[in-house]
């Protein structure tokens, strides 16, 4: 059954250790923005090294409020073997992220970057920088409070599913 009404809040998760989530009210009444919490840890690794997780707790802190009548849509991770850290990063906090969700029994979706990134950016922008240059710079316009320092694709992809419900 679907959940609507004036008190759903769409959640956008910008999926990485370096990304964010968005969460925006139905009407518009409320928004916030936050980089995924995450905490560094010595990796697996025999040669001593560093990785990043998404910490799960906080995550978990920061999204109950929101469980009851919410609609989370998760960007769909950058996969590919050429990159293998990168991919293995991101299927890390993909199913961190998952987990998170479950625990919460928050129902989710996938997204493709460049379904919500045609609608909500400027059409002929190409390249990561600049994708996350207009992310922001769109970010602050619609959601002036949005304090990111990389990208406001968490709340730009909870604002896309939001307008896209209407």
Not at 68 to 88: F, H, Q
Not at 98 to 115: A, H, N, R
Request: proline fraction near 4%.
């Amino acid at each position: 059954m679907e959940r609507t009404g004036a008190d759903m809040y769409y959640i956008g998760c910008d999926n990485g250790v370096t990304g964010s989530i968005g969460i925006i009210k139905s009407d518009g009444s409320f928004y916030t923005a936050f980089k995924t919490p995450v905490k560094k840890e010595l990796s697996y690794t025999k040669k001593a090294q560093y990785a990043n997780r998404v910490d799960v707790p906080t995550l978990m802190g920061l999204l109950n409020p929101y469980k009851n009548n919410c609609k989370c849509v998760m960007e769909r991770p950058m996969i590919n073997p050429t990159r293998w850290l990168a991919s293995m990063s991101a299927r890390g906090a993909l199913e961190a992220t998952i987990i998170v969700m479950e625990m919460l029994c928050i129902s989710y979706s996938y997204i493709d970057s460049k379904e919500w990134q045609k609608e909500m950016l400027p059409s002929g922008i190409k390249g990561s920088a600049l994708l996350k240059k207009a992310s922001l710079d769109i970010g602050r316009r619609l959601f002036p409070s949005i304090k990111h320092a990389k990208d406001a694709d968490g709340i730009l992809i909870a604002e896309y599913i939001r307008r896209r419900d209407k």
